[in-house]
């Protein structure tokens, strides 16, 4: 690279190393791209149902990002690993994968608390708890591969999960109230923008409506046929 060209950054959210033969460290590095599968699930999910409170989910993320963002360049602690630093941010307090992660897991659990009815609770009490030890590994393995020291991921971790409640609370209190609003508006309507806040277990009820709606559709299209083959037998005794 010459002197006059411009170092190039990769996006650490995608760029992980981990040491050659090391099976530990390769699953880690692995676990460290969850971020990335978390914000394509999100754009699916958005994309396909496009539920107003998923979308208050995702804006919670991007500011919690630039949260972690603000909080690096104010205080400005190198990472424990000069090899890693010179590919990276070079601050690395908090961990913003923790922060991410943390806040993504206790949002999620708030979320799921008070906010979800399963008929069989066991299922709630699961996603809760992978979300949390997805929350967990992430953590570890930003240590494990030298990327952070502990104080970063622990305080990543507490930023993260002080921020979700937060933006839980706001989510309730202030957004939610707007949401009626919102789904009435001419563009959100055009957008099939909607609000299914007000219903407790939204799974089930999608999966009833669907049953009931599939049994509609076959009734008409039984009538239908029966109506067809009425027109044939017409036509041929004519």
């Known amino acids: 690279m010459s002197a006059n060209q411009p170092a190039l950054v990769p996006i650490s959210y995608t760029f992980v190393e981990y040491q050659k033969g090391d099976t530990v460290g390769y699953l880690l590095a692995w676990s460290s791209l ?127 999960a002080a921020f979700a409640a937060v933006w839980f609370w706001a989510t309730e209190t202030l957004f939610t109230p707007l949401f009626k609003e919102i789904v009435q508006h001419p563009l959100a309507k055009f957008l099939m923008v909607r609000d299914s806040s007000s219903i407790p277990n939204i799974l089930f009820m999608e999966y009833v409506n669907a049953l009931r709606m599939n049994k509609q559709a076959i009734r008409q299209r039984g009538s239908y046929e029966e109506q067809r083959g009425s027109i044939s037998e017409l036509l041929k005794s004519s």
Do not use: C
């Open 34 to 160: 969850l971020p990335i599968f978390l914000l394509s699930a999100f754009v699916t999910l958005i994309t396909f149902r496009r539920e107003l409170h998923t979308m208050t989910y995702f804006l919670g993320i991007f500011v919690n990002e630039a949260l972690n963002m603000v909080l690096k360049h104010t205080i400005r602690q190198p990472r424990p690993n000069v090899d890693l630093s010179s590919n990276f941010n070079k601050f690395g307090m908090p961990s913003s994968h923790a922060q991410f992660l943390w806040f993504f897991a206790v949002y999620f659990l708030f979320f799921m608390y008070s906010r979800v009815a399963f008929r069989n609770a066991v299922w709630k009490h699961l996603s809760v708890l992978l979300a949390l030890a997805s929350a967990v590994v992430v953590s570890v393995s930003r240590v494990y591969l030298g990327y952070h020291s502990v104080n970063q991921v622990l305080a990543g971790a507490v930023v993260g």
